[in-house]
């Protein structure tokens, strides 16, 4: 199996603050061409591999031109929910929130499963610390554990890091692991690239953030980090996120599908490229930037929870 590699990063002020156009530029008696767009707004775990995956597709037809933007999940769905965007890019399903105002305007989002991600966490090798049960990890982000020591590590204040509350990697985390509130004391960071940083600055610290941001090419772990193993409970062996294989069984715990929501069932050259997503050159770029193409049980898990009205959909 070939190793994750990493992700090329968008700069997060880009993601933030303007939409990265992607168009194949028209030229002589081709102007004349109807160029059909499609709009991208979400989550930004999702938005450097969205990009290349834009990219690639635009190469092969340059009668549709993508834009793709960053901002987090909940500012991607609210934007398809506000006829602003054709597809949401979300690293979490809909809340029920979400799902009730869809309802009230009368649309009826479909959930598109393009991709897995495994979260995985990062500390700064100072720490000690090389594997955590999730109970300890729940512990910590939520302020009740604030030592190193008091998880086997070197002596020292736990420093957290993690994503703003508009993420949906904030709301997973919390919902998967911490089970309440995040501790006061955690510094929330725009983006994951800003986790990483933070983490290779910091010898006190702790963070939650894509495996595709701290594996290189060449499959090893970025200097200055150290990925925490982790087990579902005492009982369970501690399992690394670079094992694909735990990931596929469910071993490894925090593996999670990613979305892409639309507003009914994608026509046209929309239709088009989230078909290109599932092709061999779209798994492969999937692939490419450390995650995973989509597997049937992950599918099946997954659309079995979707809550009404959302519909779940997989080319």
Not at 77 to 86: C, F, M, R, S, T
Not at 191 to 212: K, W
Not at 282 to 304: K, T, V
Request: charged content about 20%; aromatic content about 8%.
């Amino acid at each position: 199996m070939p190793p994750p590699t990493s992700r090329r990063e968008v700069p997060s002020c880009w993601k933030w603050f303007f939409a990265l156009l992607l168009q194949v530029a028209p030229v002589g008696c081709d102007q004349m061409r109807s160029v059909e767009r499609i709009t991208v707004r979400g989550s930004d775990t999702e938005v450097n591999l969205v990009f290349q995956l834009a990219e690639a597709y635009m190469a092969r037809d340059s009668n549709v031109s993508i834009s793709i933007a960053g901002g987090g999940s909940g500012v991607g769905i609210a934007a398809l929910l506000n006829g602003k965007v054709d597809v949401a890019n979300s690293s979490r399903p809909l809340k029920d929130k979400e799902i009730a105002l869809a309802r009230m305007r009368g649309i009826r989002p479909v959930a598109h499963v393009f991709a897995a991600d495994a979260l995985v966490v990062i500390v700064h090798p100072q720490t000690g610390v090389d594997s955590l049960t999730l109970e300890q990890l729940g512990r910590i982000y939520s302020g009740e554990l604030r030592d190193w020591s008091a998880v086997g590590g070197r002596p020292g204040p736990i420093s957290l890091y993690g994503r703003q509350s508009n993420s949906g990697t904030y709301v997973y985390f919390r919902d998967k692991v911490v089970g309440r509130d995040f501790s006061p004391a955690l510094k929330q960071m725009n983006g994951t690239a800003q986790i990483v940083e933070s983490v290779l600055r910091d010898p006190y610290a702790i963070g939650y953030v894509g495996l595709g941001y701290v594996v290189k090419a060449d499959g090893s772990v970025r200097e200055g980090i150290r990925i925490v193993r982790l087990k579902k409970d005492k009982r369970h062996p501690a399992v690394s996120p670079l094992d694909e294989a735990a990931l596929r069984s469910g071993l490894y715990p925090l593996v999670r599908p990613l979305y892409q929501f639309t507003k009914g069932h994608p026509s046209g050259k929309l239709r088009e490229f989230l078909q290109f997503e599932g092709s061999p050159l779209g798994q492969q770029i999937i692939r490419r930037n450390g995650y995973l193409p989509p597997w049937p049980e992950l599918l099946q898990a997954d659309f079995s929870s979707v809550s009404s009205p959302v519909e779940g959909h997989h080319f």
